[in-house]
């Protein structure tokens, strides 16, 4: 009985001694999914045109073929947001 709790306690240290540098090395790499706070409703972001015929597809933050400097997520080549910056 004895020598069976000493092995669990003796298990259980060994986990801690190999899971604590890996999720300490997981933490400063990043490795870890951060959570993106999604920004389209603070640009204002919308899936069409606005106006003029301005899009994310003649904005100088846009990069293809759906992503944008600003603005985080997926978005469209014919979408637009209130930083719209001509190419
Ligand atoms: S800044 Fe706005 S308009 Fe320009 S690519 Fe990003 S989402 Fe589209």
Redesign the pocket.
């Known amino acids: 009985m004895k020598d069976d709790s000493q092995n669990r306690t003796r298990a259980d240290a060994l986990k801690q001694i190999v899971l604590l540098p890996a999720l300490a090395a997981a933490l400063a790499g990043g490795a870890l999914p951060a959570v993106a706070a999604d920004n389209?409703k603070q640009?204002k972001?919308q899936d069409k045109p606005?106006k003029n015929g301005?899009?994310?597809?003649t904005?100088?933050?846009?990069?293809p073929p759906s992503s944008?400097?600003?603005?985080t997520g997926k978005?469209s080549p014919n979408?637009?947001?209130?930083?719209?910056?001509k190419k």
């Not at 301005?54 to 597809?57: G, L």
């Not at 904005?59 to 990069?63: A, E, G, H, N, R």
């Not at 637009?80 to 910056?85: E, K």
């Open positions: 389209k640009f972001y606005g301005e899009k994310c597809s904005c100088s933050l846009f990069k944008c400097s600003v603005v978005i979408g637009w947001c209130v930083a719209w910056s």
